[in-house]
């Protein structure tokens, strides 16, 4: 469909053509500005725009309620009412939907609902780009090479439904990812970053940051795998942190299947699982981390529900105080559990009333290990949340309050409710960006966390 015609109109048209009992509609107006560099020079840039719509339709039977979902691209209008009869089908040929429940009602429209969508551009960087410019030339100075990317992206969410909801997000998402190379290749270091518009990103700091990396790496320490005092910086917390909220639907918990099930049946909120005083939250109005305040299901799973489109959000705590306190449930998993209704919140925070940085962290060190961050995170055991993955660009030998060299890459074996329950200290909560999950997940703030043992189960080759 032609981008002269509005989001919402879209969505009009769609719930008029609908001929079935319900239908839910949602149109996402994508745009996006990147830059590319590598070398200590820009390589590309660009600037993209487009449209996803799908379509939710509900069909009412004598064994319950089916729903049919169909999502397209570059829906023309011509292709509009085909796409309409083809999520009918969809759920006339389905069975009854377990998670049928009466479609989202009496939530306020939007007052901007009929307002165009908000629209990124390569003028997001408009202040970085010099800044960035800067930093080349110091690194070259430096004798280091810098590559890395910046993106911005700028998602407008209409929902309408047959239920008379007209709703509307705007969502921007930014994210910076910087390498600092040795010019031989064998060192190397990573810094990411997090933000809405670009205006609180520094890249001279992020450069002195990696400079100082690539300085401690000049000095190679090789350890054999065991068990470590490990400092996890922020990053890492949120990747293990974000995998543990993604593993906690309540409906899985109950049945048994997970780490949060209770042995012999139940879940196990209300146990503690860190005798620090954790309170892992999410807030669709946290500052700096805002996220869409409504639910918006493109599709159904344990943790979510097309039928649960528009519930108003609200901030939610997942752990306070230590104490677990709410699992990803939707209406229908909480009529099976009997616990609350807590959707997922599109952003994730861990405060631990800690106030040291992660480098006052290091200075009060005697021994052990730093890790810049982790990647190729998989799951080994759902019933403990089990994870293996790697570290990468950088790990470091703290000794007396002084990193003193870089070392091996390890793969490791940990759970992160497991390491929640044997963290020492957390320090100061601060915004990161997770570096394993940024294409999906980008809006954290974490403090470092203190492992006295962290299970690096063998030694990694990788930089």
């Known amino acids: 469909?032609?981008?002269?015609?509005?989001?919402?109109?879209?969505?009009?048209?769609?719930?008029?053509?609908?001929?079935?009992?319900?239908?839910?509609?949602?149109?996402?107006?994508?745009?996006?500005?990147?830059?590319?560099?590598?070398?200590?020079?820009?390589?590309?840039?660009?600037?993209?725009?487009?449209?996803?719509?799908?379509?939710?339709?509900?069909?009412?039977?004598?064994?319950?309620?089916?729903?049919?979902?169909?999502?397209?691209?570059?829906?023309?209008?011509?292709?509009?009412?085909?796409?309409?009869?083809?999520?009918?089908?969809?759920?006339?040929?389905?069975?009854?939907?377990?998670?049928?429940?009466?479609?989202?009602?009496?939530?306020?429209?939007?007052?901007?609902?009929?307002?165009?969508?908000?629209?990124t551009s390569s003028a997001v960087f408009a202040d970085f780009a010099p800044a960035l410019g800067e930093s080349f030339a110091r690194a070259r100075e430096g004798g280091r090479e810098l590559y890395g990317f910046a993106n911005h992206e700028l998602v407008s969410t209409y929902l309408g439904t047959s239920t008379g909801l007209r709703l509307r997000h705007d969502q921007p998402t930014g994210t910076l990812e910087l390498n600092a190379k040795s010019p031989d290749r064998t060192r190397s270091a990573w810094a990411g970053?997090?933000?809405?518009?670009?205006?609180?990103?520094?890249?001279?700091?992020?450069?002195?940051?990696?400079?100082?990396?690539?300085?401690?790496?000049?000095?190679?320490?090789?350890?054999?795998?065991?068990?470590?005092?490990?400092?996890?910086p922020p990053t890492a917390v949120a990747d293990l942190l974000i995998y543990q909220l993604w593993s906690s639907a309540a409906r899985d918990a109950a049945e048994g299947r997970t780490v949060f099930s209770k042995p012999g049946g139940g879940t196990r909120v209300g146990e503690t699982l860190s005798e620090l005083p954790l309170t892992l939250r999410s807030d669709p109005n946290e500052p700096g981390l805002?996220?869409?305040?409504?639910?918006?299901?493109?599709?159904?799973?344990?943790?979510?529900?097309?039928?649960?489109?528009?519930?108003?959000?609200?901030?939610?705590?997942?752990?306070?105080?230590?104490?677990?306190?709410?699992?990803?449930?939707?209406?229908?998993?909480?009529?099976?559990?009997?616990?609350?209704?807590?959707?997922?919140?599109?952003?994730?925070?861990?405060?631990?009333?800690?106030?040291?940085?992660?480098?006052?962290?290091?200075?009060?060190?005697?021994?052990?290990?730093?890790?810049?961050?982790?990647?190729?995170?998989?799951?080994?055991?759902?019933?403990?949340?089990?994870?293996?993955?790697?570290?990468?660009?950088?790990?470091?030998?703290?000794e007396n309050g002084e990193v003193v060299g870089e070392v091996n890459n390890f793969r490791f074996n940990e759970s992160p409710v497991d390491l929640l329950s044997r963290a020492s200290e957390a320090g100061r909560t601060e915004r990161t960006l997770p570096r394993e999950w940024s294409d999906w997940f980008t809006r954290a703030a974490m403090p470092a966390l203190r492992i006295p043992d962290f299970n690096m189960s063998s030694v990694s080759q990788g930089v």
């Open 1 to 119: 469909m032609s981008r002269t015609t509005k989001p919402h109109e879209v969505v009009e048209r769609a719930l008029a053509l609908s001929r079935a009992d319900g239908c839910v509609v949602i149109a996402d107006e994508h745009s996006t500005a990147n830059l590319r560099w590598a070398g200590n020079a820009l390589t590309t840039n660009g600037v993209t725009r487009g449209r996803t719509l799908t379509v939710i339709a509900t069909v009412d039977g004598k064994e319950g309620t089916a729903s049919g979902v169909v999502s397209r691209s570059a829906v023309t209008a011509g292709d509009l009412e085909p796409l309409v009869r083809a999520a009918e089908a969809a759920a006339r040929g389905a069975g009854p939907a377990e998670d049928a429940q009466p479609l989202v009602t009496g939530v306020p429209a939007a007052p901007d609902f009929t307002d165009a969508p908000a629209e």
């Open 193 to 232: 970053r997090s933000t809405r518009d670009f205006k609180d990103v520094d890249p001279a700091a992020l450069d002195a940051e990696l400079a100082q990396r690539l300085r401690w790496a000049e000095r190679r320490i090789d350890l054999p795998a065991g068990r470590y005092e490990t400092l996890l």
């Open 290 to 398: 805002e996220s869409a305040p409504f639910v918006i299901a493109h599709s159904s799973g344990d943790d979510a529900s097309v039928f649960d489109n528009g519930l108003p959000l609200s901030a939610t705590d997942w752990v306070r105080d230590g104490k677990l306190t709410h699992l990803l449930t939707t209406r229908h998993s909480a009529g099976l559990t009997g616990l609350p209704v807590a959707p997922s919140i599109g952003n994730l925070v861990l405060d631990a009333g800690g106030e040291r940085s992660t480098e006052e962290m290091v200075s009060g060190t005697e021994r052990g290990l730093l890790l810049t961050c982790l990647w190729y995170i998989r799951e080994v055991d759902p019933a403990t949340l089990l994870l293996t993955g790697l570290t990468r660009d950088g790990v470091y030998l703290v």
